[in-house]
């Protein structure tokens, strides 16, 4: 795979051209050529471990909760607590995000990122950063922002991933992550909805002072959805059977 280019994947399905990117409104359409050349602060050393914001809403009237759900719900929010656990859940339910190393960090209110350090299991045979890294990890990296706003009362799915490359990463990369829309607004109207993430990757600088580099772009769409509606179809489906 080619570190300049554009891969795309809706609903589990990818495709590469080493073309520039034209799709439809909503998607992203840039060549290196176009883009701005507006600097970014260093991120600095490796991210150290932060706490998630974790946003349980109420229990839902009518449905009860198992002990299944509630050590499911615990694992969740042990999972999104810090960088620790959220590597001990990794290990067993992710392997690839616990053998890539992300982390994340919150920087503001409104923005996190998250830190792919440039380790043998990322890198290809030419000694970069490997672009399938780049790409799997943007998934990885935005579905935790999400399911960090949301808590262990939702699940997270990734619906559409639009990546596209802009030049060769030769060292750790840096996401860095923010919605288009209010994540707690959504949550409060108690229905499923879709969240797109903006994703800017970066070539963290190897100086300090050093500006760091946009090495890609990526939007993701994800797909939430209150535990509790899940429960509901599956008491609807057994009524019927």
């Given at each position: ?26 998607h992203l359409s840039a ?6 050349t507006e600097h970014h ?181 994800f797909h939430v959805t ?16």
């Amino acid at each position: 795979m080619s570190d300049t280019g554009s891969i795309s994947m809706t609903n589990g399905h990818l495709s590469a051209t080493s073309s520039q990117l034209s799709s439809p409104s909503g998607h992203l359409s840039a060549t290196q050529g176009q883009l701005s050349t507006e600097h970014h602060e260093v991120l600095g050393t490796p991210v150290p471990p932060t706490r998630l914001p974790v946003q349980t809403p109420a229990g839902t009237p009518g449905v009860k909760r198992n002990w299944f759900d509630k050590v499911e719900a615990f694992i969740s929010r042990l999972s999104s607590r810090d960088n620790f656990w959220h590597a001990v859940c990794s290990f067993i339910w992710l392997p690839l995000a616990f053998f890539s190393g992300i982390k994340m960090k919150k920087l503001d209110a409104n923005t996190f990122a998250a830190y792919l350090p440039f380790k043998r299991f990322n890198r290809n045979w030419y000694s970069a950063m490997a672009g399938g890294a780049l790409l799997a990890n943007s998934e990885i990296a935005g579905g935790m922002y999400v399911f960090g706003v949301c808590g262990s009362e939702y699940t997270v799915v990734c619906k559409e991933l639009n990546y596209k490359f802009l030049r060769p990463c030769l060292g750790p990369a840096v996401y860095r992550m923010q919605s288009r829309e209010n994540i707690h607004e959504q949550m409060r109207t108690g229905e499923e909805f879709n969240i797109v993430v903006d994703l800017t990757i970066l070539q963290q600088g190897f100086r300090p002072g050093e500006k760091d580099k946009r090495v890609g772009l990526c939007i993701a769409t994800f797909h939430v959805t209150p535990k509790v509606h899940h429960k509901k179809k599956k008491q609807r489906s057994d009524i019927k059977g």
